[in-house]
């Protein structure tokens, strides 16, 4: 049934434009600004950390593809959209500068991160610049004439998408410092900080394509719902997930005492939650990482959390219909937005 | 010659409507953001570090006072500049946080700081939510019915100035591991750090009040000159300025080993540069600060700031007067750039 040759089809289409954007906006500098940018190129994945060019793993740039695929769902032109798209990429990029500092992350995508190499000022204002930059790059839209009126209105959601992320990774880092979180409290946190710049895609490259605001809203829909179903995927990968594939421990979310969705649920469980929680209090070896695992078994957290995806899933394709009508089988978003949710790494 | 009057009166006319946009961006929110929200509103100085308000020590706002006095001085109404008034100041405030993370800063008008009170990833967060407001408060310009391609441009400026923001910071980072700076390389640092963003609060005001680009170039270079000229006050004030009335220690900059501009010229000069780099490789106490000051008084450091000091203000007022002919001498601009110069703390 899935088909991403669509998909596919459109990524080979429209990625090298991306990248040449971002490029143009990201792009190294002469001195005494060289360094400052090689930060930025080398989390982008294009330097390495003497700042000589290279080819590094870069993400995904699912987020990107959703503003173009949007954008030419409702019959616009994606090439129109490429400003908004880059600009979208490179928010996601300074979150993640950003993220790594507050979580003492060392090592992204195999490589050491940004504060690691240069320390956490440097990497605080490398990250700053990528978020200015993000919006620079949203100001060129005018270039491409787009009318200034649907500029100013897709700078104003680029805004607000910003301030969901910065309150969704506020919770975040406070929920760190409580021993249980409501299942609600924790949907909430993901919203603003997955969901929301996914949502944020589709909108913004739909106000660019022309669609009226019924469309635009339907697609937000759909972003947000298979937002919250990719972070809950990602949750049951962290837990149950095949090591050989994921490339990580097994179990690796209970070892980092991750407060994610399955966790959560087992936490408050009537029957295990008492145990896990005085569990979870220790550090989690190998030796505590099989009764955490036989709790969370005991608990069904596993088919609660696959029930919730589920839901989320049939909500964000309603959605994608209420937005496409029947062109939305046919979509690349559809090829995505399966692609994204069968995926096991 | 000095008249202050014209200045006083535009700040009490126009400050109680800028802080109340402030608060309406910034604003304290319901339960679970309280918080998040609360440290912005801390950093702001309208609560305390229990989130009950009270009444801080604030900051001049002198930046948003430029923006509405550049609009009025080209005929425009600071009413409509309001929220570009409210999104410099909050972008402002917003790189303090950051800097006193990126300096190691506890104290910062005379209250703790923000990575002090709630730990440094939070304080991160905060200080990126603070910049995505000030974005969300620029595109707030199209409610008070400025053009959609005015609001643009005035987004692009905004969103430049913020490059440059980081990138004047990147260099103050940067030279902090080096033993010299070049006087050349020190102004190119504080082109970007200071002057910048007081250039773009003339020139986006001036945008907004319907100004030709003649006009916004000559307030820009107005508000880019002062800019440098208040920050080498700000350095010799640092150096010489009496501890009576500054509130820090007499030679406050020598002690910190801060790269000011008087400490540069003499850490270079010909017959006391030698000498003086030894000293600068030491920390610096009261006995060592003795020396410090003899050879900079022998370097004719304080000469050397003062003209510069001399030839920005110069260029300055020139640039005031190409950009609004005779009414630049009744111009609370003015007055404001003469208060800013002569003060002693």
Redesign the interface.
Known sequence: MLDSSAFDAFALRWLPPLEAEMRSVLGSRQT??Q??YGMMNYHMGWLNEDFQPGNFSAGKRIRPLLVLMACQAVGGDPEQAIPAAASIEILHNFSLV?DD???GDEVRRHRRTVWKLWG???A???G??M???S??SM?RL?ERGV???I??AA??Q???T??K???G???D??FEERLTVSVD?YI?MISGKTAALLAASLSIGALVGGASDTVGDALYRFGHNIGLAFQIRDDILGIWGDPSVTGKAAGNDLLRHKKSLPALYALEHPEVGAQLQRLWSYTIGNKQLHLAMDLLNKSDARTFAEEKLRIYHEEGMRALTDALGTQALSSPLMGLADGLLARQT
Chains 1, 2 share one sequence.
């Open positions: 005494p600004y360094p400052f950003h500092i507050e979580d956490v000022p440097q605080i204002n490398a700053d610049g978020f200015a930059l919006f620079l100001t005018a009318d200034p009126a500029v100013v700078l104003d680029f805004s607000c910003c301030v992320l910065t309150e990774q506020y919770l880092l406070s409290e909430q």
